[in-house]
């Protein structure tokens, strides 16, 4: 009967329109990825010579095609595989973000365990490139677009953060993309940011970070490259020369100094509150205790103006008459003399300065010069080198004693007082930064618009607040 054979054929019909659909949507989705190569920092590549929508994938980021992932039997398509290029649509805080979607920061910031192995076994599978140096010396040919795309806040967003602008030195030598994440997180416009690169460093690396620092006024780099060897005079010097670069501009508050390989925990607004509750105390850590005394003996005289030696660690949070009085006072410049002889000069100087009160110097401290988790906290970086006070598990991977963070640790990292975290290898289980930067754009987001305050309370009780010169 007539009435019966027409909607079999309309059935038949509708099955072929439907699958022909589904393969244009696959097929445009994919091209559509592909293509967006600049505005996508995750993204499937497919492989060559195979049907796109059915193509099996490396996880690679970014943005130069360069394949050096491991190929994955996975399909693409609705997986989350990808960071979706996303804009914070609320009208007052616009910058540009790339979310993470293969996993939930949220989740595993909490600790989620089922979230956390999801997260390894996609790690154990999947190769991630980093962005290469060429794309950043060809992308900040265009400054504008590179600031847009990146995220980059270019607004002091609170007058609180307008009127306590702070001073950095970066030093680095290889892994731009980590070093460029590290200043886009910490820019703003009101700070200033000296960055050293080595001059060990490949020239590609050079002409990436030129690149990077010539779209950015306020982000400069040092004239002279100094050749870095631990545990030489040759650390301090280009921390110095930093130090003096920055001084020139009259309004900072307060110096601290990073390495490419750090990443905050804070953001700036709470750095700044932060800071505001230190009141000029400077945070370095101190020890005699623990200190190696034969590195200071091996000078043969005794140091002069009768200071004590101290020995610290290559991070320092300092007020800016610190910084005058390194750079100019007689006494401090006798001391560096005396340094230079010294085995791991850098550990011994601006600590030194810190802990000898007699010497007046602002902000330095009165107390015993001893690093404790509880009476003198050292938070201007969390470090765990597994050992006393820096004792902590290390869900990662020890790298000559220091914890290399994984996603493991993002709970321990999310509730730690500390500014900044120390260290992160790109390369090692990526999604550790992925997710602390999200925490970090979220919470700078989120003070921005009033959602949430930062409670201040642990650190105005500190004792080196209490008992600075
Ligand atoms: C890609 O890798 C090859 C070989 O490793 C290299 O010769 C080429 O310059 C790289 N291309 C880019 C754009 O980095
Ligand atoms: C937010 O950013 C987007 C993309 O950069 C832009 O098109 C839009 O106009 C911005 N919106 C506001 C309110 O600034
Ligand atoms: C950050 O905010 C985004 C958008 O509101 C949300 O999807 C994400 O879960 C948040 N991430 C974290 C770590 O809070
Ligand atoms: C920070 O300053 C210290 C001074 O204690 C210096 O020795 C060290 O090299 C600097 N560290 C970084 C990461 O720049
Ligand atoms: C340098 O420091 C010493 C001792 O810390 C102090 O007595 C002296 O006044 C300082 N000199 C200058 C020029 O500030
Ligand atoms: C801030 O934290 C302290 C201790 O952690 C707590 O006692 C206090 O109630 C908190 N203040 C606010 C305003 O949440």
Redesign the pocket.
Known sequence: MEGHKRPRVFVKFLAVFLFVTLILILYYNNIERTSSLSSTLFQHRPRPGRLKFLSTHVWSTNIPTNFTGKIVKERSGSDGNTRKHS?VKR?SF?Y?FNYVETVNCKKMLKGNKPELDRAKSFLSNNYRNSISNTWYFVKTKNCDSFI?ERGYVTDSLTSEERDFPIAYSILMFKDVEQFERLLRAIYRPQNYYCIHVDAKAAEDVYNAVRGIVGCLDNVFMTRKYVDVQWGTFSVLEPELICMKMLFKYKNWKYFINLTGQEFPLKTNYELVKILETYNGANDMEGTVRRANKARWSIVGVSPPHNIRPVKGSVHIVVNRDFVDYVLNNKTAIDFLEWVKNVDVPDETYFSSLNHNPHLGIPGSYKGIPETTKDKKPFLARFKNWGREPFDWPCKGKRVRLICIFGVGDLPLLSRRKEMFANKFYLNFEPFALDCLEELHHNKTRDEYLGLVKFNTSYYQGLDFIKNKV
């Open positions: 804009v009208k616009n540009t847009s």
